[in-house]
Every structure is written in C-alpha cells, then in structure tokens.
C-alpha cells in the first residue's frame, strides 16, 4: 500500500497550486515524491562528480519533509520558464531623481515577475517639502513614492498564488520618519509592504537619556537652511560621512513612543538594528547594508539575493510523545552539511533576473540555512515552548546546524575554491567569525571557507504548511486547529480547515478523547518575554538574522508587557517585529479552540 505522505488537505492543497511542476505543455507531477527527485536532479546539475550519488543524497534530505528548500527553489527547479530560484532580493541604491526612482522600480517590477520578493531603502528620496537643487520642484518624500509601488506591485501578477512581497525600510534620523511611522495605520493601505525603520545605536542612547533627536539629510551640494545646524552622517549609499542639515528636532521618546503604538496598532513598523547588522556583518569590509528581504531574516547589500532553506524539526524526533523521546542531532548535522553543498548549487543552476543580482550573489554565495517546526517538536518531546528547558534545546539544534554549516563551506574549498569577495585577513576579524569554535576559526584561517554567510532563521509560512502544516519557524503553535484562508487561482480566498502537525500526529497516537498535554501551548500563551528569549538564543547561531513576530492576545494593553522593542535591543537582537491578534485587515487564520 502507498505510503500517505499528505495528511492534511492544505498541505495537499499547497503543493498543487504553488510548488508542483505544472510546465505549459506537460502533465503535472503525480505525486509529491516526483517533485522531491526533480528538486534533487537539477541541484545535482552542478556536480562534476558523482552526480547519481548527490542526486540521491539531496533526494533523501528532501524526503519526508525533512529539509524544505525555499518555495522557489521547490516550484522553480527543472522548470522550462524564467523564474528565479532566489526567493527574495534588495534593489540597488535608489537615488534621488524622478529616473533613478523608477529606474530602480523598473527592477524591482522584473525581479517579481521573475518570482522574487523585494526590499528596497527608501532613506535618499528626499523629505516632503524640499526644493530639488537644480529644477526647484518640490519633493512629495518616500512615503508618496511607496504608494506607488505599491501600486505597481499590485497590478504585477507573478503567478496566480502568489502575491508580491516587499520590505521599505527608512533611517530613524530622516525627516520623513514620523510619515513612515503611521504609512500604514489606515486600513488597506501600502498592503504589499512590510516597513522596518533603521534604528542606530545613537538614537537608542537618546532614547535612554531622553535627548532631543535631530532628523537630517545630506546637502548634496545644496545650501545650508537659514538657521540649520550642520552635521555628519554615514547616509544610506554611502561609506563616508556626509554633511547633512539638520531640519528639525523631536523627542528621541517621543519617537520612539510612536514607533510602539503603531506596531501595536497594525503591525508595522518593526526595528532594525542597523549598527548591530552592520557589527556582526561577515562582510563588514566589503558591503554597506540598509536593507533587508521582506521578512527581514536576511540584511543584504544592493542588489544582494537570499537563498534559504529550513530542517524541519519534526523529522528529527524519535518517539514522539514517548516516555523517552529524544532529538536526532548527528542526523541534523549530517542532513545540514549536505544541504549546504544543495543550496550551493542553486548559484549554478538559477536564472538572476538581472546582471547587477547574479554578480552581487555569486560573489559572496551565501545561503540561510535555519529551521522549521520548533514548536512542534517540542511538543513532540513533552517540552513546553517558552521554557528553560525549551530554549536550551532550541539552541543545540541551532548551534549544531551552524557548525555543521561552517565546516562543510570549509570542506567545499579544496574542491570549489574561497567566494569571491573572501579576503581572509579581513574576514577572519568579523566579529560573529570570532564568536565561532577556535577549531572552526582555525580552519577557516587555513583553508578558506566557500560561502560568505551560512546561517539564517526564515518564516517558513507556506512550506510548513507543504509539510502537513508543522509550526513555521521558531513561532509557538499559532492554534492547534482552525480556519485558514488560502489565495485560489481566481484571486479569491477558500477557507480550509487546519491541524498542527504536532496536534494531529498526538490525536492519532493517543485518540481523541486524550487530555491535552502540558506541552502544547499555543501563541497567545506564551509572554513577549519568552518568545524574546528565544529568537535571542538563537541569534547567537545565525550569522544573518531571525525572522520571529511577537505574538500578542487581542486583548493586551500596549504597556501590559513592558517595552518590547526595548526588550530586544538590550537581548542583542538584530530586529523585532510584534503583531497583536486582530489587528490585520483580512487576517488569513483563524483560531478553534482544542480541548484540554
């Protein structure tokens, strides 16, 4: 009898409609595993020798779910069409002209039709208000210039199931910044954008000391204000200071105020700690970051690509809900070090929608490698998330696939040579690189390392639900069954039932009428601070960044559980997003209740 590899119809649902092989002309894949050898052969492509061997050896990772490519690595491989195999892009700098805005939104348009989410900084457009130096007119600032891309975005049909994503994100000493603070507090607004403001170390110390914050531009040229003061900045694009004027002052508080009470309001903005991405940059010495990838798990240099993958937990625990169940953490490394030469591969094999993004992506090579169903296997091990015992779980996991990944870039080397921009010197004086094992730093010191950046922690949304709907990411159990709402063909939303993988292999083992155990806790259970606790953990293991949303009850007070953002700066994370239930215009889950 064939195996049942789909037991739940959305995830049955998700392969169908977005990572099947459905090529114009030929008959749609028969089955899941026909998709899983496609995926495996043509990220074999690459292999000089022994092709048949890495063929299998990627075919096994991918079985069972047990590591999850990027969506469009999944639903682009072996295809005949164009897409890319890069989930996601930053623009190149967009400077301050009418044709160098559109210029780059000309290219963020090609690179999502090709299938790949954007972020783009919008710092340099200058503030509403200001006179252009040479014609006089007067600039309508970012914000204006978001709604047009938004727009844009939203007349681009990609494919029929998936829509534009895109990250805007804006320096915390523009004068705009209160506009990008509230651009999206009105309902249906700016709905393809995720907003992130860039917050510096400086306006963190001003904060704290409760100083007045200057909100400044660079002069270009242009004459002082009657009255401004001048000061120095290293602006977006740039890796020098520049004189910038300073046009007005607001409370660093005050500031920092609006920024919570929109968050809490809508979701956005989120914080970026820009100094802190820039510190722990393995490329410290080579790229100026601004920008992230919508989600905000990669900060990546103009024209940088992200290039992600996820281990799902869940395939890694033997005796789930046993009296002895125990984490298969030689089998992470080992599926770890194979998936890394898998994602390396996709350099060789995938088509860049523009020149600019393959010679910025080949020269460094770098690739996200993270996980997936945290939660449930957790629960899985009678562990409750948000826990000591949790979290110090969650960072072996973490802490082996780093080292793991580490070690197999170094081994790639003798047969692939150092990427491009490797400069070892340099390299080796990167503060996360000196975070890393001494054997680790030694052997990178002896041998070079293949990939620039290795480790990276994505949502995982759609993929997990691929994966029979395991816990996405390092976020708890959003709700043990419900509603979801997926994008149909015709644009419109079919709800589905779901079941989280954990909860439903649980009712299987143990029946229906079995009491629900300690161990399954879902979102709205769990305290800011121990959802905190956890993306800062497993910071330590990514040498990019995390992408994890502070889940919040409908009902919380925007002060009932202190200062979130605060809260994560001073845990050392890189970025911080919250969301509040309810608070989304056309929320796509829903909650049931499931019995105790």
Request: contains cysteine; charged residues 20%.
């Amino acid at each position: 009898m064939p195996e049942t590899i789909f037991t739940e119809p959305i995830a049955e649902h998700a392969w169908k409609t977005r990572y099947r092989l459905a090529d114009s002309g030929i008959v749609p894949e028969p089955a899941i595993q026909d998709s899983w050898r496609r995926v495996a052969l043509t990220l074999s492509a690459p292999e000089l020798h022994q092709r048949d061997v890495w063929s299998e050896r990627f075919r096994s990772a991918l079985e069972r779910f047990r590591f999850l490519p990027g969506g469009r690595i999944l639903a682009g491989c072996g295809a005949r069409h164009r897409g890319t195999l890069f989930n996601c892009f930053v623009t190149g700098t967009m400077h301050d002209s009418i044709a160098a805005i559109f210029s780059v939104l000309g290219e963020a348009m090609v690179t999502m039709q090709a299938g790949g989410g954007i972020g783009c900084d919008f710092s340099l457009l200058r503030p509403a208000g200001m006179a252009a130096r040479e014609s006089g007119n007067i600039a309508s600032g970012p914000v204006s210039f978001m709604h047009v891309w938004d727009q844009a975005c939203a007349t681009l049909v990609s494919t029929a199931s998936r829509r534009g994503a895109m990250m805007a994100t804006l320096r915390c000493d523009h004068p705009d910044i209160e506009r990008f603070i509230d651009a999206k507090r009105a309902p249906g607004v700016l709905q393809h954008f995720n907003l992130s403001v860039l917050v510096s170390d400086a306006f963190m110390r001003a904060v704290a000391q409760d100083d007045e914050w200057p909100l400044v531009f660079p002069l270009n040229g242009r004459p002082v204000p009657p009255g401004a003061m001048v000061c120095e900045r290293i602006w977006s694009g740039s890796i020098v200071p520049v004189a910038c004027a300073a046009l007005t002052t607001v409370s660093a508080r005050a500031l920092w105020q609006r920024m919570r009470e929109a968050a809490f309001a809508c979701g956005d903005p989120g914080v970026i700690f820009i100094d802190r991405v820039d510190r722990a940059n393995n490329l410290w010495y080579e790229e100026t970051i601004s920008a992230t990838n919508p989600c905000g798990e990669v900060p990546l240099p103009p024209h940088g690509a992200c290039n992600l993958g996820s281990l799902n937990l869940t395939q890694f625990v033997s005796e789930p809900f046993g009296a002895h169940p125990r984490l298969d953490l030689a089998g992470i490394a080992g599926t770890a070090a194979v998936t890394v030469r898998m994602l390396d591969n996709v350099y060789d094999v995938s088509h860049f929608p523009l020149k600019a993004q393959e010679k910025a992506a080949r020269s460094t090579r770098r690739i996200g490698l993270g996980i997936t169903g945290l939660a449930d296997a957790l629960a899985m091990m009678g562990v409750r998330y948000g826990t000591d015992a949790a979290v110090e779980i969650a960072e072996s996991v973490m802490r082996t696939i780093c080292h793991a990944a580490y070690r197999s870039s170094i081994d790639l080397v003798q047969e692939r040579g150092t990427f491009p921009a490797y400069r070892a010197a340099k390299y080796l004086q990167g503060g996360y690189i000196q975070s890393l094992p001494p054997d680790i730093v030694d052997a990178i010191r002896m041998k070079g390392i293949h990939n620039s950046h290795l480790t990276a922690i994505a949502p995982a949304g759609t993929i997990s639900l691929l994966a029979n709907n395991v816990s996405s990411g390092i976020e708890p159990i959003y709700a043990c069954q419900g509603q979801r709402g997926v994008r149909a063909a015709d644009g419109g939303i079919l709800q589905m039932p779901v079941r989280d993988y954990a909860w439903a292999l649980f009712r299987k083992m143990r029946g229906d009428d079995a009491p629900r155990p300690d161990s399954f806790v879902e979102a709205h259970e769990i305290s800011p601070s121990a959802q905190l606790r956890m993306q800062a953990a497993l910071q330590a293991y990514c040498d990019q960044s995390v992408s994890k949303t502070i889940n919040l009850p409908a009902d919380t007070s925007l002060d009932s559980h202190g200062d979130i953002f605060m809260q994560a700066y001073d845990l050392g994370l890189k970025g911080c997003t919250v969301f509040r239930a309810g608070t989304a215009h056309g929320a796509i889950l829903s909650h049931d209740v499931a019995p105790r």
